[in-house]
């Protein structure tokens, strides 16, 4: 972190300070001091480990899925085109139809406990699916004209062409997405009403109106959020290097 990071950061708590004082309702705008209290008490509870641990395996595991299946049908669109066709219409309905509206249906259908995990999955799959098909039709035709003149295989045309591009894509695509699907899955735990997670937590918080653990669990998500991005683009960057050497 730069001083100039460090400066904005202040700035904000600052900021923020001056307007807890103005407001001077703690049940609206609770203090810095408040948060942190809340944010001690939470992450030395007994409990902290395991809803986090449930909230992860719940996103990571879906994004897995959700990744290699994108992933596989992004690649064959971009091979043949009838397959692009017929997934065209599927993802621009998924990628316009109301996020609330999915979440409410899926709700219903597959209850708290799979109910996000589905929500997650049709919200983040037209995401990746449109990065890595994009990645695949963004290929110069000039090149594929003369990887087929050279008589290259599919898999040669595949690693001297598309699989650069998709390394180029996916490194700033998946950082990105990745903390999309923390976002979407605390949302639908928190509609869902889920026994054990984030989003069971801020739920249990607001029902109570205390609103220093809802800042406190919202850092703690943000927090979780940043760690698991800087990882993913660390381990993306280490790939990159390998595969390039």
């Given at each position: 972190?730069n001083?100039?990071?460090?400066?904005?950061?202040v700035?904000?708590?600052?900021?923020y300070?001056?307007?807890?004082?103005?407001?001077?309702?703690p049940?609206?705008?609770p203090?810095?001091l408040?948060i942190?209290?809340?944010l001690?008490?939470?992450?030395?509870?007994?409990?902290?480990v395991s809803?986090?641990w449930?909230?992860?395996?719940r996103?990571m595991?879906?994004?897995?899925?959700?990744?290699?299946?994108?992933?596989i049908?992004?690649?064959f669109s971009g091979?043949?085109?009838?397959?692009r066709?017929?997934?065209?219409?599927?993802?621009t309905?998924?990628?316009t139809v109301?996020?609330?509206s999915?979440?409410?249906?899926?709700?219903?259908w597959f209850?708290?406990?799979?109910?996000?995990?589905?929500i997650?999955?049709l919200?983040?799959?037209?995401?990746?699916?449109?990065?890595?098909g994009?990645?695949?039709?963004?290929?110069?035709?000039?090149l594929l004209?003369?990887?087929?003149?050279?008589?290259?295989?599919?898999?040669?045309?595949?690693?001297?062409?598309?699989?650069?591009?998709?390394?180029?894509?996916?490194?700033?695509?998946?950082?990105?997405?990745i903390?999309?699907?923390?976002?979407?899955?605390v949302?639908?735990?928190?509609?869902g009403?889920?026994?054990?997670g984030?989003?069971?937590?801020?739920?249990?918080?607001?029902?109570?109106l205390?609103?220093?653990?809802?800042?406190a669990?919202?850092?703690?998500l943000?927090?979780?959020?940043?760690?698991?991005?800087?990882?993913?683009?660390?381990?993306?960057?280490?790939?990159?290097r390998h595969?390039?050497?």
């Amino acid at each position: 972190m730069n001083r100039y990071s460090l400066l904005i950061i202040v700035g904000v708590m600052v900021c923020y300070e001056l307007a807890v004082e103005i407001v001077d309702k703690p049940i609206i705008l609770p203090s810095i001091l408040l948060i942190f209290t809340e944010l001690c008490r939470i992450i030395f509870s007994s409990s902290f480990v395991s809803i986090i641990w449930v909230t992860l395996v719940r996103t990571m595991m879906t994004f897995s899925c959700v990744f290699i299946i994108s992933l596989i049908l992004g690649v064959f669109s971009g091979y043949f085109k009838i397959i692009r066709l017929l997934l065209s219409p599927i993802v621009t309905f998924l990628r316009t139809v109301p996020t609330i509206s999915v979440t409410i249906i899926l709700l219903i259908w597959f209850g708290r406990d799979l109910g996000p995990i589905m929500i997650m999955a049709l919200v983040i799959f037209p995401l990746l699916y449109e990065l890595i098909g994009g990645a695949m039709n963004d290929i110069d035709p000039d090149l594929l004209d003369v990887c087929l003149l050279f008589g290259a295989t599919h898999f040669e045309t595949f690693k001297a062409l598309y699989y650069p591009q998709l390394l180029k894509i996916l490194s700033s695509g998946v950082q990105a997405t990745i903390g999309l699907s923390f976002k979407v899955m605390v949302m639908a735990e928190v509609m869902g009403q889920s026994q054990v997670g984030i989003g069971q937590q801020l739920n249990y918080e607001k029902t109570y109106l205390n609103m220093p653990a809802v800042f406190a669990w919202t850092i703690v998500l943000i927090l979780l959020v940043m760690f698991f991005e800087i990882i993913i683009g660390y381990l993306i960057k280490r790939l990159i290097r390998h595969l390039d050497a």
